[in-house]
């Protein structure tokens, strides 16, 4: 049983973790890093690609 909340309390720190992640460009600007915002930016790189874009107004 002690393992088990031990599992819990690690599972809910990793999670805590990533959702407090903060990514700050070079410019200042600052990001969620959580993996649903990690999820956005994925696509949004993926679009840029197919379609040639190299900047945006983030």
């Known amino acids: 049983m ?3 909340q031990a599992i819990t309390n ?3 720190d990793k999670i805590e973790a990533i959702n407090s992640i903060q ?3 070079q ?3 600052t990001f ?3 993996e649903e915002s990690q999820g956005r930016i994925a696509r949004a ?3 840029a ?3 040639g874009q190299t ?3 983030w």
């Open 10 to 12: 690690a599972i809910r």
């Open 2 to 4: 002690q393992d088990m």
């Open 27 to 29: 410019s200042g600007k």
């Open 45 to 47: 790189l993926q679009i």
């Open 32 to 34: 969620h890093g959580d």
């Open 49 to 51: 690609g197919f379609t």
């Open 55 to 57: 900047q945006t107004g």
């Open 23 to 25: 990514v700050t460009t």
